[in-house]
């Protein structure tokens, strides 16, 4: 595997609380290169605030440590709040979960797709206008210059998360978080969603972190999975070994998924001594 | 559609927790001292607070007294230790009158719903859009100065909060299986209301009392301040500093010490209901 | 504070209305808010009107006087129509007050309603000067503070605003006075204009600034703006306690939504995030919040006029309490009362208006 684009080393991070701080990741090390890497887990394994920490996004009383976290060779620990503004948008983006939330209900359309040209680029308005529609004829959106004036309430939850996709990308990152893009989505669209996702990122040469609790879907749209549970890494394997993984947590999971075989029959429940 | 009723719970822990706070802290303890000061106003007291000393008149702050005298060569210490009574009372009877007035409309609209909860709500929100403090002033105006009337006007003027927040909290224990149980139970109309939607509703209005409290004791001020609270020469604060504005320039201590007693209670007051604020709803802190 | 959400369409077909149906909806959505007005404005009167019939001095004994003989006190009886039952009173009371006729003010002899109509807008140029202090400096000290959350502008904003809403302003005002005017002389006396002033310029409009102005005396509209800022400071101080808290509370609230984290993923600074993002979507509830704190500074100018011996409609007010002159009593109340219920509801509607706009 070539130089790793995103290279991080024992990161921890913690929270305070009443009974003192608490490790809610606990010292992870991994590498994502050119390349779609899932994090796999269940609520609470840290999957997200791992996300959020290589972004710089986690609230100020969290505290992050790491021997190493560099992204395209800058120490991503050394960044100052004016220097984390100019890499977020430009160098990584992030896909939130539920378009219904994390649009600006304020802001037309065009204006939030836009936005991180405006951030970042000297586009003039008429360009940036025009990539804009571009970027929402490939996301998918029919009739972009009518949603382009739209205001978020008029879209369905599709069209929003197809718009969040369109906004992040347009600037063309080479990193790109993706945290649960499809949890609040319907079956279908999920799959359409991700698909789409994975060529765009094909297409512009980005690497991609998917963050997602469901292994099945990850197996068919990664490279590589990462497995985390309550704040570590119990497996990590190429997707397409997931039938034959070795880990037992890792095989507890992707026993459970629900299918036209398993239907009617107790799925497998995993207890905590299964994952050592 | 049954729903899920989480009322807020008053118990220890809760106002252990909002002890905790340190601005709560502090508020809770002025409250005390003013309270104690209220209650043993005529142990603690040096001297009565009707009593003139003519000769005594406007005395500079001294070792005989504390805060001086006032224009009657009343001693200021003891006027300002029971002014804090009838402040209190009135606060108490407002908030008797209030409350109950305000929550019994509210949970009657609220339980009986239809036509009558239209009405009720139509009357709330009306007299909600009123001037409070204004037609307070002016009914005490006209009906006579007095610590009943003017409970009786703030009262009159202030219950629509309470109403309003009463309704929704039945409307909303109206659609729970908790009421419904009862109602199987066989527990109908009256005893249904008192014992199971009243200790439900209760809460909430006495925190929303807390945060209303500050507002009241300066209302109460203003009322003495403008001749509308308890007759001369009772000692309340308002009143004293409207006497005190006669000579401010002069001898401000008559009219500084009693306004800054209410200063005092009423950030008391302001202090407590911020640390309950902290506690309710964490964001805001 | 609601936070802004948005109605989810599931079909995006349909997922606009109409046009032709827009029209109609604003016309309910306005005559609803009349009808809302009116009855309120209703009630108003009546409460008023109730308390003339309920209270203890007799109004045609006022009128006469005690020493006035059995017939000429019928015949007040007759004039102010208290023969009547009491619902054809309040019609009566109505329909007089519509036609701008509001009795008799006991103490100054003339009718109520010109008595209010020369005092009301010395009060209005009174709020109204107080209510932008208030506002502008609140909105920033609640912005600033919840831009720095534990910072020292936090500090002073919690501090100013705990200040604001516990102490009494009529004492606060009687401090200032001492401290502005008596010690250390850098503001003019109570009252509106100085003794020079007052009897060279005319009362044209009966708003100061603006009769200073065209008076064209030099320094009359200094005068003017140096005798006001005294009461205005007092009342602003009064707004600024709500307004910033309120402020303060509501962009606290929107930093921790979705929408926020999403424009700080694409990069936005704290400033932008602020002023573009997220005051579009608070701006109905600081509409609100500063349309209600002025409804607010219209009572607060009872008492503050008193200290300061404004010639407003507040100390019209007072000076009746004291005479227990009741028509000039309620004559006030009713007009000081109508134009808090007036902005009041004019909020309810602009705010309804500017919600409309954004989320279906």
Known sequence: MAEPLLDVQNLTIAFPSDGGPIDVVKSISFGVGREIVAVVGESGSGKSMTGRAIMGLLPPHAKVRAETMRFDGVDLQTLRPAQWNRLRGDGIGLILQDPKFSLNPAHRIGRQIEETLLLHTKLSAGERRDRALEMMDKVGLADPKRVYDSYPAALSGGMGQRVMIAAMLINRPKLIIADEPTSALDHDLQEQILLLLRSLVEEFGMAMMLISHDLQQVARYADRVIVMRQGEIVDRLPAASLAEAKSPYTRGLWAARPSATTYGTRLPVIDDEDAT | ?285 | MQPATLAVSLDKQNSRQPERWRGFVVLGRLLRWLWSFALTLLGLALVTFLMTRLAPADPALQMVGDHASQSSYDAARLALGLDRPLPIQFLRYLQAAFSGNLGQSISTGQPVASDIARTFPATIELATTAIIAGAIIGLALGILAAMRPGSWVDAIARVVSLFGYSVPIFWLGLLMLLLFYARLHWAPGPGRLGIVFQYTVKPVTGFAIVDAWLSGKPGAVADVLAHLVLPATVLALYALAGISRLTRGAVLTELGQEYVLTARAKGASLTRIVFVHILPNIFGTLLTVVALAYASLLEGAVLTETVFAWPGIGRYLTTAMFAGDTPAILGATLVVGSTFVLLNALTDLAVGFVQKGRAR
Do not use: C, K
């Open chain 2, 1 to 285: 559609m049954s729903l899920m009723v989480e009322p807020v719970v008053l118990s220890s822990s809760l106002v252990r927790r909002v002890l905790r706070s340190p601005s709560a802290a502090i508020g809770a303890t002025i409250l005390f001292v003013m309270l104690f000061a209220a209650l043993f106003a005529p142990l603690i007291a040096p001297y009565d607070p009707n009593l003139q000393e003519t000769a005594n008149r406007l005395a500079v702050p001294s070792a005989a007294h504390w805060i001086g005298t006032d224009a009657f060569g009343r001693d200021l210490l003891s006027r300002l230790l029971y002014g804090a009574r009838p402040t209190l009372l009135l606060v108490l009877f407002v908030v008797l009158l209030m409350a109950p007035a305000g929550i019994i409309i509210g949970v009657l609209a609220g339980y009986f719903g239809g036509i009558t909860e239209r009405i009720l709500m139509r009357i709330t929100d009306i007299v909600m859009s009123f001037p409070r403090l204004l037609l307070a002033f002016a009914f005490v105006a006209i009906m006579g100065p007095g610590l009943l009337n003017g409970a009786l006007a703030l009262a009159l003027t202030s219950w629509p909060a309470y109403a309003r927040q009463a309704r929704v909290e039945t409307v909303a224990l109206r659609r729970s299986d908790y009421l419904a149980a009862a109602e199987m139970v066989g527990i109908r109309g009256p005893r249904l209301l008192i014992g199971h939607v009243l200790p439900l509703v209760m809460p909430s209005a006495i925190i929303r009392l807390a945060l209303d409290l500050f507002g009241i004791i300066l209302a109460a001020a203003v009322l003495g301040f403008l001749g509308l609270g308890v007759r001369p020469p009772t000692a309340e604060w308002g009143s004293m500093v409207a006497e005190g504005t006669q000579v401010i320039f002069d001898q401000r201590w008559i009219a500084a010490a009693p306004g800054f007693a209410i200063l005092i209670i009423s950030l008391g007051f302001n202090l407590v209901a911020d640390g309950l604020r902290d506690i309710l709803d964490p964001r805001h802190g």
